[in-house]
């Protein structure tokens, strides 16, 4: 049993890669994305405030966690993690379910390629179209949380899936 972190920048490889893992590991998803969109969408209907749309989105993530763990189930959430919050959750929660703690980041530094597979995918109201600022993107590519305490799995997702 285990827990598994995805993370990695729009359009770096995640969903990919992680419906791979799951069928290979019989692994529920957790998608921030999927959570994300469906709140935003709820609340532009209901005019809400969309602001704390986010917070509310991974407070839902985690308990959806927290819950499969609970019921046994190998989960792997799929969100940037780009916060040390995002990954001390993660740390607790698999402590807490007495289950491995696993992260892996997916990488892809080419911003081109990056575009190319946004432009490509069937966009969701809470993901991003394109990369708005090359400065931007390999900020955030190189500045995302990573845990302190253990291994990290570095994937260069340019390559081919089989690889």
Known sequence: MFFLQMSGFPGSG????EKEIAKECKAVIVDHDIVKSALLESMVKHDLNLSASGNIGYSIDWSL????????????????CLYSEMIEKGQALSKQHD???KYVECIAR????????L???????????????????????ENSAKP???SILQINTLQPLEE
């Open 65 to 80: 966690v927290d819950f499969y763990l609970s019921q046994g189930f190998p989960v792997i959430l799929d969100c940037p």
């Open 110 to 117: 080419d911003i081109h390629v990056v575009n190319k597979r």
């Open 14 to 17: 995640k969903s990919t890669l």
């Open 99 to 101: 289950v491995a703690y």
């Open 119 to 141: 432009k490509e995918r069937k966009q969701m109201i809470s993901q991003i179209a394109a990369v708005s600022s090359e400065e931007g993107f390999y900020r955030t590519v």
């Open 148 to 150: 302190h305490d253990s």
